[in-house]
């Protein structure tokens, strides 16, 4: 199956469009919570807080005995929230460290969760097949309501982001001085916390409680990269995570049996490794060119600059000297002394060296210069 | 001219734990002061101004501003902290960051405009950063860095201005540019409070003094209790300073 034959397929296929759409959507609010997760750097909070989802899917099925996604979905809110403020509890009134806690809840929940999981499979019960599926997610059993949901959920939360933009950023930069100004911060943590906890329990149904918090963190550590402003940091986390959630249902689609959720984080992934590597002021590669690039111009203006004493040392600046005494004070090479040659700071005349006019002012300058570039 | 009190604190005890950090602080800061708070490590001078302002829950005591609570009197009061305190390769802008001392004033929702823009570059062109207005922030010195706290207190136009530490870990270039900057809020009649760590510099920058150390040691103009007797008494060591008249 071709590209062009796939996006048909899209748009007719009433299945594979709510797919696509729903985990595009789910990309999208994720990526941009997931921003302000990182930026507060609770990057594990989503972690604990979809693990911790766990037992309440079981116990919601436990009381109601159905498998609607809502009513699951509705005790995941609840337990993940519980989790959430067991969570902060811990921080505030033990010494513990938020990493010690956050991992404490996480594997406690989650251990509950799946204690209770193997206690419902051993019910005489025909209803209780497919309730691991929130284990890693199932984007196949995504039906139009739950695109609904989750686009209304989107909707509500890009309201209040926009709503709050201002509040939000200076929280997430600097909560004491926020205080100071007037603003209580506790209704914008708790607004900031509740959003991430209800875009992590939306996409338990696609992801799974596993590999979630990916869903938040990837898109946003990618956009983190090729941008120093918020506003484009949120919009850019959200592309990604729309763009994994489109590439990655594609993928699964057109291969057979290939689980979605796990795929859309691994697309995901790629655009983390991407970002990392080829952002242009963040990126490793960008990074490492430009610390070679500017060790060679050092080695050359040193060269310069050692010539430059030399040839002080004579009425004459174009004094030719013997190419030896270069070898003798320093090692230079052959590549350097050709590119000043290039330059037409320096002439070579067989086995003599001499400064040119232009080698001779441009030395004498590098001192300033370099100065002057390190303001 | 200093009989107005302007920060007025009253039974001030704050404890994280079992300790007290704070122990029955009663303190008047008169209208008009540049004041040093200056105590060792873990005398609770950060903790002081935290207080003050808010951030912390202090087990009692209250604070008034100009005689009424400090609650309904917070557009008077500015704040600087500590550099080290947040994240600065957070994604945003020098002006960005200065913008924000406005919004307190504009509440919640209100997003800034032009004139909150005109506001915060004036602040910025008094630091000296205008150059550096659109420079990511992590890009700046310590030193510009805390001159960008120092314009987004500035922007609040305040009465009172707190500073926890402004000089920590700038170089002399910016400590006297921020000292000149301090000395001009004084004599435009505003009242400044710095947690300071250089006795040294003490006489030469300040005219009033709070020595702290969990309990108050001594307050009032420098030139009266700036002295070996105060200093020992709140180090605890034989200190001696040269104070130059």
């Given at each position: 199956m071709d590209?062009?034959?796939?996006?048909q397929?899209?748009?007719?296929?009433?299945?594979?469009?709510?797919?696509?759409?729903?985990?595009a959507?789910?990309g999208?609010?994720?990526?941009?919570?997931?921003?302000?997760?990182?930026?507060?750097?609770?990057?594990l909070?989503?972690?604990?807080?979809?693990?911790?989802?766990?037992?309440?899917?079981?116990?919601?099925?436990?009381?109601?005995g159905?498998?609607?996604?809502?009513?699951?979905?509705?005790?995941?809110?609840?337990?993940?929230?519980?989790?959430?403020?067991?969570?902060?509890?811990?921080?505030t009134?033990?010494?513990?460290?938020?990493?010690?806690?956050?991992?404490?809840i996480?594997?406690?929940?989650?251990?509950?969760?799946?204690?209770?999981?193997?206690?419902?499979?051993?019910?005489?019960?025909?209803?209780q097949a497919?309730?691991?599926?929130?284990?890693?997610?199932?984007?196949?059993?995504?039906?139009?309501?739950?695109?609904?949901?989750?686009?209304?959920?989107?909707g509500?939360?890009?309201?209040?982001?926009?709503?709050?933009?201002?509040?939000?950023?200076?929280?997430?930069f600097?909560?004491?001085?926020?205080?100071?100004?007037?603003?209580?911060?506790k209704?914008?943590d708790?607004?900031?916390?509740?959003?991430?906890?209800l875009?992590?329990v939306?996409?338990?149904?696609?992801?799974g409680?596993?590999?979630?918090?990916a869903?938040?963190?990837?898109?946003?550590?990618?956009a983190?990269?090729w941008?120093?402003?918020?506003?484009?940091?949120?919009?850019?986390?959200?592309?990604f995570?729309?763009?994994?959630?489109?590439?990655?249902?594609?993928?699964?689609?057109?291969?057979?049996?290939?689980?979605t959720?796990?795929?859309?984080?691994?697309?995901?992934?790629?655009?983390?490794?991407?970002?990392?590597?080829?952002?242009?002021?963040?990126?490793?590669?960008?990074?490492?060119?430009?610390?070679?690039?500017?060790?060679?111009?050092?080695?050359?203006h040193?060269?310069l600059a050692?010539?430059?004493?030399?040839?002080?040392?004579?009425?004459?600046?174009?004094?030719p000297?013997?190419?030896?005494?270069?070898?003798?004070?320093?090692?230079?090479?052959?590549g350097?002394?050709?590119?000043l040659?290039?330059?037409?700071?320096?002439k070579?005349?067989?086995?003599?060296?001499s400064?040119?006019?232009?080698?001779?002012k441009?030395?004498?300058?590098?001192?300033?210069?370099?100065?002057?570039?390190?303001? | 001219?200093?009989?107005?009190?302007?920060v007025?604190?009253?039974?001030?005890?704050?404890?994280?734990?079992?300790?007290?950090?704070?122990?029955?602080?009663?303190l008047?800061?008169?209208?008009?002061v540049?004041?040093?708070?200056?105590?060792?490590?873990?005398?609770?001078?950060?903790?002081?101004?935290?207080?003050?302002?808010?951030?912390?829950?202090?087990?009692?005591?209250?604070?008034?501003?100009?005689?009424?609570?400090?609650?309904?009197?917070?557009?008077l009061?500015?704040?600087?902290?500590?550099?080290?305190?947040?994240?600065?390769?957070?994604p945003?802008?020098?002006?960005?960051?200065?913008?924000?001392g406005?919004?307190?004033?504009?509440?919640w929702?209100?997003?800034p405009?032009?004139?909150?823009?005109?506001?915060?570059?004036?602040?910025?062109?008094?630091?000296?950063?205008?150059?550096?207005?659109?420079?990511q922030?992590s890009?700046?010195?310590?030193?510009?860095?805390?001159?960008?706290?120092?314009?987004?207190?500035?922007v609040?136009?305040a009465?009172i201005?707190?500073?926890d530490?402004?000089f920590?870990?700038v170089?002399?270039?910016?400590e006297?540019?921020?000292?000149?900057?301090?000395?001009?809020?004084?004599?435009?009649?505003?009242?400044?409070?710095?947690?300071?760590?250089?006795?040294?510099?003490?006489?030469?920058?300040?005219d009033?003094?709070?020595?702290?150390?969990?309990?108050?040691?001594?307050t009032?103009?420098?030139?009266d209790i700036?002295?070996?007797?105060n200093?020992?008494?709140?180090?605890?060591?034989?200190?001696?300073?040269?104070?130059?008249?």
């Amino acid at each position: 199956m071709d590209i062009k034959e796939y996006i048909q397929l899209v748009f007719s296929d009433y299945t594979l469009r709510t797919i696509t759409l729903g985990t595009a959507i789910l990309g999208a609010v994720c990526g941009m919570l997931g921003s302000f997760a990182v930026l507060r750097k609770q990057s594990l909070l989503g972690d604990a807080i979809s693990h911790a989802a766990l037992p309440g899917i079981a116990i919601a099925f436990l009381i109601t005995g159905a498998k609607d996604s809502n009513t699951l979905l509705i005790g995941a809110l609840i337990s993940g929230l519980i989790g959430t403020f067991w969570i902060r509890g811990i921080i505030t009134k033990t010494h513990l460290k938020s990493d010690t806690a956050l991992g404490l809840i996480l594997s406690l929940f989650f251990g509950f969760g799946m204690l209770l999981l193997t206690y419902i499979q051993k019910q005489p019960n025909a209803n209780q097949a497919g309730l691991d599926k929130y284990l890693f997610g199932q984007a196949a059993t995504l039906l139009e309501s739950d695109v609904w949901m989750m686009a209304i959920v989107t909707g509500i939360c890009l309201l209040i982001m926009l709503l709050f933009w201002k509040e939000f950023k200076i929280l997430l930069f600097d909560a004491d001085y926020t205080k100071t100004l007037g603003f209580n911060t506790k209704i914008i943590d708790i607004l900031i916390t509740s959003f991430i906890v209800l875009a992590i329990v939306l996409g338990l149904q696609t992801v799974g409680v596993v590999l979630m918090s990916a869903m938040l963190l990837a898109p946003a550590a990618a956009a983190r990269q090729w941008t120093n402003s918020l506003a484009v940091m949120v919009f850019l986390a959200a592309v990604f995570g729309a763009f994994s959630g489109v590439f990655g249902t594609a993928i699964s689609a057109s291969q057979n049996n290939l689980s979605t959720g796990p795929v859309i984080v691994l697309v995901a992934g790629v655009f983390v490794i991407f970002s990392f590597i080829f952002s242009p002021s963040r990126g490793l590669l960008f990074k490492q060119i430009r610390f070679i690039k500017n060790r060679r111009d050092l080695q050359l203006h040193k060269t310069l600059a050692f010539m430059y004493n030399i040839a002080e040392t004579h009425e004459d600046i174009s004094h030719p000297h013997a190419i030896r005494i270069l070898n003798n004070f320093q090692g230079y090479t052959k590549g350097t002394l050709q590119k000043l040659v290039e330059k037409d700071y320096v002439k070579l005349n067989g086995n003599l060296w001499s400064l040119t006019d232009l080698g001779f002012k441009t030395a004498a300058n590098l001192y300033n210069q370099q100065t002057r570039n390190n303001e | 001219m200093k009989d107005k009190i302007a920060v007025k604190v009253d039974d001030l005890t704050v404890a994280y734990n079992y300790k007290p950090v704070l122990w029955d602080i009663d303190l008047e800061i008169p209208e008009g002061v540049l004041m040093a708070i200056v105590g060792p490590n873990g005398a609770g001078k950060s903790t002081l101004i935290k207080s003050i302002l808010g951030i912390l829950d202090p087990i009692a005591g209250s604070i008034s501003i100009y005689d009424k609570p400090y609650e309904k009197q917070r557009a008077l009061v500015a704040y600087v902290p500590q550099k080290g305190s947040v994240d600065w390769d957070f994604p945003t802008t020098a002006l960005d960051v200065v913008m924000m001392g406005t919004y307190g004033s504009l509440g919640w929702i209100k997003r800034p405009g032009q004139k909150q823009k005109k506001a915060a570059l004036e602040a910025l062109e008094k630091v000296g950063m205008l150059p550096f207005k659109g420079r990511q922030i992590s890009q700046l010195s310590g030193g510009q860095q805390q001159r960008i706290f120092l314009a987004r207190a500035l922007v609040q136009n305040a009465s009172i201005y707190f500073m926890d530490e402004p000089f920590q870990g700038v170089d002399a270039t910016t400590e006297i540019a921020i000292i000149n900057i301090l000395k001009e809020l004084r004599k435009a009649g505003k009242t400044v409070i710095v947690v300071h760590h250089d006795l040294q510099t003490v006489p030469e920058y300040f005219d009033w003094v709070t020595f702290l150390n969990v309990k108050k040691i001594a307050t009032g103009p420098v030139k009266d209790i700036f002295n070996d007797d105060n200093l020992t008494k709140t180090y605890g060591i034989n200190y001696k300073v040269s104070v130059q008249e």
